[in-house]
């Protein structure tokens, strides 16, 4: 390769790295206007950073997101952190032998102040009085848009993110098994993930398609990924050291303490 063709390689790899940069940064913005317009916006953030000391405090990179759009969004806007709350996972009741019984009318949860719609119908709650995933359909029920965040772990959703969809299974049995009314069909969903060098744009991908089992409203601006490298080999530290860096020089986000 001689000196020219060294040249327009450079060139355009630093046009490829600035496309990559000002994309995740429109990806917000965008985000963010068409959050702006909506009434009421459930944030769930389903990522978790353990943190041994104040010093060395660190917030997953999804939920730097989350908060700022929440910071952002105000009092239109309310941020639960999934991985905080004590959600039981799902009991299991969609294939039994004898049918489905997930989200019938026995299994409604009958704290008021819990379920005050009468809407929260999962076996898990009704079984479970510690259960708190009545904090998340409550507010749900109240919103007109729902975004999930989820880091990517072995090219798949985190397992808070997973509990949680599986949990809510009762909101699509309602309408597509016992023929109620749709629950969630004017709530516009969003997904967005962040993952270091592994398959986060069909994560992405899937989980729209799943939300629109669901029964709810995606918006395709609101489904996008973030991801430090393509290289699925890539796991030095330095690597995991550097993505924070381009994350922050990416997204132009505050550095959240």
Not at 70 to 86: A, F, K, P, R, Y
Not at 109 to 123: A, E, V
Request: proline share 2%; aromatic share 10%.
């Amino acid at each position: 390769m001689n000196l020219q063709e060294n040249i327009q390689r450079i060139r355009e790899m630093m046009v490829s790295e600035e496309m990559v940069q000002s994309d995740a940064w429109k990806s917000i913005k965008k985000t963010l206007d068409i959050l702006k317009d909506k009434k009421k916006v459930l944030i769930l953030s389903c990522s978790n950073r353990y943190n041994w000391d104040e010093k060395n405090k660190d917030i997953p990179k999804s939920k730097a997101i989350a908060m700022y759009l929440d910071d952002e969004l105000g009092n239109n806007s309310t941020l639960i952190d999934v991985s905080e709350l004590n959600i039981v996972p799902c009991e299991g009741n969609v294939s039994r032998k004898d049918g489905n019984s997930c989200g019938v009318l026995k299994a409604m949860l009958k704290d008021k102040k819990k379920n005050p719609s009468g809407d929260h119908r999962c076996w898990a709650s009704f079984n479970n009085p510690d259960d708190e995933l009545w904090k998340i359909s409550k507010e749900l029920f109240e919103s007109d848009a729902v975004i999930f965040f989820s880091s990517v772990r072995w090219g798949q959703t985190n397992m808070f993110y997973q509990n949680l969809i599986e949990r809510l299974t009762w909101i699509e049995n309602r309408h597509s098994t016992l023929g109620e009314s749709n629950l969630v069909k004017d709530i516009e969903t969003g997904f967005i993930c962040v993952g270091q060098n592994w398959n986060g744009e069909n994560v992405t991908e899937v989980q729209k398609k799943v939300h629109e089992f669901y029964g709810f409203k995606p918006n395709d601006d609101l489904y996008w990924n973030w991801q430090y490298t393509k290289d699925s080999n890539d796991e030095t530290q330095k690597s995991y050291k550097d993505s924070h860096k381009k994350f922050i020089k990416d997204t132009k986000l505050p550095d959240f303490k």
